[in-house]
């Protein structure tokens, strides 16, 4: 017996047809869209260009565009699967073999779909297995899915370019009943696995959300990313907070911090993985802090750990979030002193900024510029 | 149309072209990474789904029946896709509190249990009501 690979016309399910696989498309646009967009803010806000400022308010910005990003990204993933299984049948389309004009803007196609199809897996599979802290390849995270996002979304520009007469003609036409039934399939996939998953940055929906990959758990009720015995940290008994600035320096002990005047800030704490939490923070506005000891609060500061290794060891607080009354140097979370986990003896928490930069166990304050 | 469609065409080269250039130093750890997706897609995961489909056709010959389960069956993979990372973490992270502290199997099991009475319910439920409708139309 011979086998051979099947022809198109020998597949029959009704999701094989333009009709579905344009709407399908439409809707998996949209979640790429978001997640691209949302996942460049998270990187400018972390690496931000001369050109671009993070805006300090709302303060649940960022937690409200890393979720997005998190849950269009889970939401794609059903989606993703759904459109390919309607255009399957096209992988089995024999190429042309003349002339040779046709065969270069077939071989063209199939090349952009496959660039296409790999960055869509990948950027699916690779965030899926990052929220969940778990590394099971050689290449760096953060830089990887940054690039194929790059590639993904100029091959889904491609893809739309080429193939917009038939997405056209297939939203005149109206699916019929399977049709129509294999598409709200699709749909409520995608609803239940963002509601089975969306209980990490949604706060009624924890109890719910079996699939989350951060609980309410934690430490004073806070999950942690990092832990201090993770990080290293042993705070020296003579700790002192160093704040400079070009021609001054000045030293702080723990009991002058807790001398000046304390606010407290309910404010979330929101992480690249897409979790968040909110807590009640306590301690000294960075800014009154700089008006204390006499220093400009106009400036940027560079923030430093007592963690020596580890990419987030130190951070920058744009002038912005400086200059913001709820940028605090926290010393305490939900009324009590912050646990050693949480960055004792003290901490960042600014508003709307990614977790990794809300720097802990800080140690000297540096003004920039 | 045609305008838009050569400006498409141009901003999304440009814009791959960029992403293979940020790639390329990582290209070596992930290039097996990029071409898996495609390759278990098109040649494990579609073809199992066209068999599902072929045998739930000959298990389940109501249309009504093989649309409820047809679409139980979506979900369900839907979610054990997405456990994947939670049960299963070759490298994980040093322990962080909070994070994958709950028992996923039991809430998954929770949550297809849910799921296929829902499916149940759903297809019969559906199945009486379009036999009313058949009736009222033969009547």
Not at chain 1, 14 to 23: L, M, N, Q
Not at chain 1, 35 to 62: D, E, I, K, N
Not at chain 1, 127 to 136: I, R
Request: charged share 15%; hydrophobic share 50%.
């Amino acid at each position: 017996m011979k086998a051979s690979l099947p022809r198109p016309e020998a597949f029959h399910s009704p999701a094989h047809t333009p009709t579905v696989s344009a709407r399908l498309g439409l809707w998996l646009g949209v979640a790429f869209g978001l997640c691209f967009l949302t996942g460049l803010a998270s990187h400018y806000a972390q690496h931000p260009p001369a050109w671009f400022s993070w805006p300090t308010r709302p303060v649940s910005l960022y937690r409200i565009t890393q979720g997005v990003h998190v849950l269009s990204g889970i939401a794609a993933i059903p989606l993703l699967l759904a459109k390919l299984w309607s255009v399957y049948p096209r992988l089995f389309i024999r190429p042309p073999r003349r002339p040779p004009a046709l065969v270069a803007t077939h071989t063209a196609e199939r090349l952009s779909i496959l660039i296409l199809l790999c960055a869509a897996f990948f950027e699916l599979v690779s965030g899926l297995f990052n929220v969940a802290q778990s590394y099971p390849w050689r290449f760096f995270f953060i830089e990887t899915h940054y690039a194929v996002a790059w590639v993904a979304v100029g091959a889904l520009a491609v893809h739309i370019a080429v193939k917009l007469p038939v997405t056209r003609s297939a939203f005149a036409e109206r699916p019929d009943p399977d049709r129509r039934a294999f598409l709200r399939t699709a749909w409520a996939a995608s609803t239940v696995a963002v509601l089975a998953t969306a209980g990490v940055t949604v706060p009624w929906l924890r109890r719910v959300s079996a699939l989350a990959w951060r609980s309410n758990g934690g430490p004073q009720g806070i999950p942690v990313n990092r832990t201090a015995a993770a990080a290293g940290i042993r705070v020296p008994n003579d700790w002192r907070l160093e704040i400079s600035w070009p021609g001054a320096t000045h030293a702080l002990s723990l009991a002058d911090l807790a001398a000046l005047p304390q606010r407290t800030a309910t404010l979330p704490i929101a992480c690249v993985e897409g979790w968040s939490a909110t807590a009640a923070w306590t301690g000294v506005a960075v800014k009154d802090l700089l008006a204390a000891v006499g220093a400009p609060t106009d400036r940027p500061v560079r923030v430093a750990s007592l963690e020596k290794a580890g990419l987030y060891a130190t951070s920058t607080l744009p002038a912005a979030h400086v200059a913001d009354p709820l940028t605090l140097l926290a010393l305490g979370v939900n009324g009590e002193i912050l646990s050693p986990d949480h960055g004792y003896p003290c901490r960042i928490i600014a508003p709307s900024r990614p977790g990794v930069l809300q720097t802990k166990w800080v140690t000297r304050l540096e003004l920039l510029r | 149309m045609r305008t838009i469609r050569i400006l498409l065409l141009a901003a999304g080269t440009a814009l791959a072209g960029y992403g293979g250039w940020l790639l390329w130093p990582q290209l070596p750890y992930a290039a097996g990474w990029l071409i898996a997706g495609p390759v278990l897609h098109d040649a494990l995961a579609a073809p199992l789904v066209g068999l599902a489909g072929l045998a739930l056709g000959r298990v389940l010959p109501d249309r009504v029946w093989r649309r409820w389960v047809a679409a139980g069956l979506a979900i369900t993979a839907t979610l054990l896709l997405i456990a994947v990372p939670l049960v299963w973490r070759p490298h994980p992270a040093p322990p962080n509190p909070g994070l994958q502290d709950r028992d996923y199997t039991t809430g998954l099991a929770i949550w297809l249990t849910a799921l296929w009475t829902g499916v149940l319910a759903g297809a019969v439920v559906s199945r009486w009501r379009e036999r009313r409708a058949a009736a009222r139309i033969d009547r």
